[in-house]
């Protein structure tokens, strides 16, 4: 069971230079979300998905997108990366059985934009 | 708006200390209060709370909310070295999509 996966673990990029970030989950989980981590800043919320087909922004939305086709993937796509997106990106997923609401983490994306 | 807050954001301690962290949070139709430990890499789950009053226990930690006064705490007795990392609290609503975590307390256990 290999719980939510995240690709790439490191990246750097170049000011205005786009990519995607990869995440899959196997645990059947409906919402899946995205994270930013600064320094002193917590983990803040990108955007997040309650089913596939269905997204909405979270706290830091601005530079990214995100697409929910299937279950399993919710990848997070940086469309013209600034130095101010140099952070570190989880991912997670969560499910509502139970009453259970845990999210699960994935490892985490380094990035740098120079 | 919805916000947590934790303190102390950083603390250090040796060995066998025990330790108090704290969290208060606002959120909106709030549900449960969840803690995670990082280390080096994802947040890793250690409790959720749900009920006012009830202790949750692991081991050598343990922690309780306090749905009135809109605050939780986590207890560390004993402190190891393996022990150090950063403490996140995250509270969520009742449709279990609004997890807001707050900054984080970044414990570093000396020996």
């Known amino acids: 069971n290999a719980g939510v996966t995240q690709t790439p673990k490191f990246q750097v990029l170049k000011t205005g230079q786009s990519m995607t970030l990869q995440c899959a989950q196997d645990?059947?989980?409906?919402?899946m979300s995205w994270y930013r981590q600064d320094p002193g800043m917590g983990l803040r919320l990108i955007h997040y998905s309650v089913g596939a087909g269905i997204t909405d922004q979270g706290e830091v939305p601005n530079g990214y997108n995100v697409s929910r086709s299937t279950t399993e993937d919710f990848p997070l796509r940086l469309l013209s990366a600034a130095p101010s997106q140099t952070s570190v990106y989880f991912c997670?997923?969560?499910?509502?059985?139970?009453?259970?609401?845990?999210?699960?983490f994935g490892a985490g994306t380094r990035l740098s934009v120079l | 708006e919805d916000k947590v807050v934790q303190s102390p954001l950083s603390l250090v301690v040796h060995e066998g200390d025990t330790v108090t962290l704290n969290c208060s949070y606002e959120v909106t139709n709030f549900r449960s209060l969840l803690w995670y430990k990082q280390e080096k890499k994802a947040p890793t789950f250690l409790f959720m709370l749900t009920s006012s009053g009830i202790e949750k226990k692991s081991g050598r930690l343990s922690s309780i909310l306090d749905k009135k006064e809109l605050f939780s705490i986590l207890n560390i007795t004993a402190t190891q070295t393996g022990d150090s990392a950063i403490y996140l609290c995250?509270?969520?609503?009742?449709?279990?999509?609004?997890?807001?975590f707050g900054p984080g307390t970044r414990l570093s256990v000396l020996p």
């Open positions: 645990m059947n989980h409906e919402y």
């Open positions: 995250a509270g969520t609503d009742n449709y279990g999509q609004n997890f807001v």
């Open positions: 997670a997923s969560s499910d509502r059985v139970d009453g259970k609401n845990i999210q699960y």
